[in-house]
């Protein structure tokens, strides 16, 4: 029998977002435990510190108000019209409202059971993705063209000067220590742990290394329905592989991790890889809890932009965070980590543009970031440097292929060019044919580098060991790094050179502890802080990474971290040089965006005392690591 209220709210529901995605014969039956909530004017739905309901709402007709406390004062934040959601906490969190809502004119809503709707969640991943994002960015409606980006807060009022502050940088609330299971444990104990815990996952490990994680997902949608007993063991039904994080990783990265892998939980690992010790858990629950708002809007905005002017508008902003974060002393490796991941967004974005004019690409291909965009070390607007490799194709197909994806590197770094990134002087870029070319191709250039190497060849090739995978097919990823590696173990030759040019540059103090200062007329008299103080922690941090087969980590603050790890005897010395490459980086940021520049040079008159004596203690690190650099591989004759 047919259900004239119900099918009358599913004909309201069917244009709206997620509902759009859900076919009409799910939305009858949604709407068959709808109920309709009638609102007089000023009347309250729910309030600040109310316990969550069991349903979020959906406004029919009329407007509801967002308001929250701020100076003692209810404070309105936003309206939500016809077809906007709003309380979707209980669907993340359990802890309660942080808003008030309250009718602003006679209004009709829509209260849809949590319990009813979880299970087309579950089973539409864009139904999935639009409420994530929603309740993420604090945005009443993502896909709304009018109020795309437009952040809501729950505990912060935010406006158009005030959407970037940034105190979702601060490293995230964790649970640390987390109960762990191995793969022959049975779901039956892990499942009566988790209730009595009162946990949402168990982290599967082998050697207190991740390898899986079971949920309430996986005792759900695999327990629940009869797909596998309870009697059956974790390996089972775990999902494998663990998305894992630092330890001192922010609320925003986490956040835009989540959303990245489509996850609700991450794993924390002493190192950040799935190689690591686990050291915590972070699920969906601490991230909403910690967060007023996050600068996954930027990444979203990054992902549906149409023109390379909307591209420059997420870049744009992507300063004024960078500039809000270096005012309000945010750790600048926090601002890296998640200018990073907006940067490649941008990229990404760029390159499927260009895909778009070019044709379907004919083959596999990665595009790769270099330098100091490979390092996720860019927050200032320098020159970009990236390459390109195609999968290997036959030799008569080799140049119409090749020349395809040299027409799209010309349209993507078009686009960069548009946005306000320069390309490399010195022709690091993939539309250059040099650094356009087959996978073969390419792992042959990289052992000429390795095998044969002379000064030329070196200085030019570093970059080339910092890269970053950004858009692609991750098998070419994982394919040239396996060959450069096993090219590069116990090369003695190409360290003793790759050594050699990471200490060609010796900390930059004169004999009598003064600085020293450039000599050429354009910039006299001022301090290189990329050249002279930069550049030799990096070199450094490359050559020993690599020379310990430490893949997947190419940022130098990282990779003396994980170096630290590796050898305890030096993480002293590792640790100070992170340290004065992070006070390095911040002192030439600072420079950068005061001076819309590079940042590369410093006037040190306008330094006070206390930063002169900032920048001096980061130079006695460089000594000491390149004296390590000269004594691991036997430079004596090389230099």
């Not at 977002?17 to 739905?45: D, G």
């Not at 209980?90 to 809502?101: E, S, V």
């Not at 990134?421 to 993939?430: A, D, L, M, R, Y």
């Not at 001076?595 to 040190?604: A, E, F, K, R």
Request: with cysteine; net charge negative.
């Amino acid at each position: 029998m047919k259900n004239p209220i119900a099918e009358r709210i599913a004909d309201f529901l069917k244009h709206y977002p997620p509902f759009s995605s859900l076919q009409y014969t799910e939305l009858v039956a949604i709407a068959e435990h709808i109920k309709v909530v009638y609102l007089e004017k000023n009347q309250i739905l729910f309030k600040i510190g109310d316990p969550t309901h069991d349903s979020f709402y959906v406004v029919a007709s009329g407007a509801i108000g967002l308001s929250v406390i701020s100076d003692a004062e209810e404070t309105l934040i936003d309206k939500c019209d016809e077809g906007d959601i709003l309380g979707l906490r209980p669907f993340f969190a359990k802890n309660n409202y942080l808003m008030t809502a309250k009718s602003r004119e006679d209004s009709i809503v829509y209260a849809i059971p949590i319990e009813t709707f979880r299970p087309y969640v579950a089973g539409n991943t864009h139904v999935l993705s639009f409420l994530l994002e929603s309740f993420a960015s604090n945005t009443r409606n993502p896909y709304d063209k009018d109020n795309r980006g437009k952040l809501i807060s729950e505990n912060i009022i935010f406006n158009e000067q005030s959407a970037t502050d940034i105190q979702y940088f601060q490293p995230i609330k964790y649970t640390k220590n987390p109960i762990t299971a191995s793969t022959h444990d049975v779901i039956r104990h892990i499942a009566q742990t988790m209730a009595s815990r009162q946990i949402g996952s168990v982290i599967i490990q082998e050697n207190q290394m991740p390898i899986g994680i079971v949920t309430d997902f996986e005792l759900t949608s695999k327990i629940a329905t009869g797909q596998f007993s309870i009697d059956t063991t974790a390996e089972k039904i775990m999902t494998t592989p663990v998305v894992t994080v630092p330890e001192d990783i922010s609320i925003a990265e986490a956040q835009m991790m989540m959303l990245k892998h489509n996850v609700g939980y991450l794993c924390v690992t002493r190192d950040g890889t799935e190689k690591g010790i686990i050291t915590g858990i972070i699920s969906e629950h601490d991230v909403v809890a910690a967060q007023a708002n996050n600068p996954g809007v930027l990444l979203k905005q990054a992902k549906r932009a149409n023109r390379s002017k909307e591209l420059k508008v997420v870049r744009d902003k992507l300063t004024d965070l960078i500039q809000n974060s270096i005012d309000k002393n945010i750790p600048i490796s926090h601002i890296t980590s998640v200018a990073s991941e907006i940067n490649n967004a941008i990229s990404r974005r760029a390159i499927e543009l260009g895909i778009e004019k070019t044709g379907t690409p004919p083959v596999r291909f990665a595009w790769f970031s270099l330098g100091s965009q490979g390092r996720r070390e860019q927050l200032l607007m320098t020159d970009i440097n990236n390459s390109l490799v195609f999968e290997d194709v036959p030799a008569e197909k080799y140049d119409e292929v090749k020349n395809y994806f040299l027409q799209l590197s010309e349209r993507v770094l078009e686009t960069f060019e548009k946005i306000g990134f320069e390309k490399s002087p010195q022709g690091s870029n993939s539309n250059n044919e040099l650094w356009c070319k087959s996978l073969t191709d390419w792992i042959k250039q990289y052992n000429t580098w390795i095998n044969t190497p002379g000064e030329k060849g070196i200085h030019l090739s570093t970059i080339f060991f910092d890269y970053d995978f950004v858009y692609g097919d991750p098998f070419i990823e994982k394919a040239l790094t396996d060959e450069i590696f096993a090219s590069a173990n116990n090369n003695h030759l190409f360290y003793a050179f790759l050594g050699t040019d990471a200490i060609k540059k010796p900390a930059p103090l004169g004999f009598f502890r003064q600085f020293l200062l450039e000599q050429d007329e354009e910039h006299k008299d001022t301090f290189d802080i990329k050249s002279r103080a930069i550049t030799p922690l990096v070199d450094a941090a490359r050559v020993f990474a690599i020379s310990r087969d430490i893949r997947g980590i190419t940022n130098t603050y990282q990779r003396y971290k994980k170096l630290a790890d590796l050898e305890p005897q030096n993480a002293d010395l590792y640790l100070e040089c992170a340290e004065a490459f992070h006070t390095l980086h911040w002192f030439r940021t600072e420079e950068g965006l005061k001076t819309d520049s590079g940042g590369q040079y410093i006037n040190l008159e306008e330094l006070t005392k206390v930063d002169k004596v900032k920048l001096k203690n980061c130079f006695q690190p460089i000594n000491d690591i390149q004296d390590l650099i000269k004594n691991r591989f036997q430079l004596t004759y090389f230099t």
